[in-house]
């Protein structure tokens, strides 16, 4: 089953939803596509980062999902880069190069993308999510949920 979020979380929504998220998550990830101009700016939140960096892999080896070229880059879950990446935007899609790294997604223990999103083409799903999280999630975040 999939859950595509019609609406953009943003404020107190996306911080509601990126808490559930690293509740739910040990690892983390942003996607940057080759080719495209990148700010300084990422390379500061990398930077601010860098202790919690997984791995950095060319995303044409990440199975998880049909990146284009590029590389992505696997954070650990934790208070402090939860508190990084749900105070350094106000919005779910505010993710975008050329000033942030690309789309922020989720990765569950099997390895797999659970909560993803395409910043630039405002689209976010979730793959996992049991009834009592769907209640929760319907409860506390303002957002509409269309089943597939």
Known sequence: MCINIISEPIYE????????????????????????????SVLSLFNE???HLIERI??????????????VYVFQCNDET????????TGLFDWRLP????????????????FGTISHE???????CNDTE???????IDIDFKMQ
Request: proline share 4%.
């Open 122 to 128: 405002h689209m976010v799903w979730i793959t996992e």
């Open 13 to 40: 929504c996306y911080q509601l939803l990126i808490d559930f998220a690293f509740k739910k998550s040990k690892r983390f990830l942003f996607h940057i596509p080759d080719g495209l101009r990148v700010d300084n």
């Open 134 to 140: 769907k209640e929760y999630l319907a409860s506390i």
């Open 49 to 51: 980062m860098k202790k």
């Open 58 to 71: 060319p995303s044409s080896s990440f199975s998880h999902t049909e990146y284009t070229r590029g590389e």
């Open 82 to 89: 939860n508190l990084i990446i749900r105070n350094r935007v």
């Open 99 to 114: 000033k942030l790294p690309e789309d922020l997604s989720f990765i569950n223990e099997n390895d797999d993308v659970w």
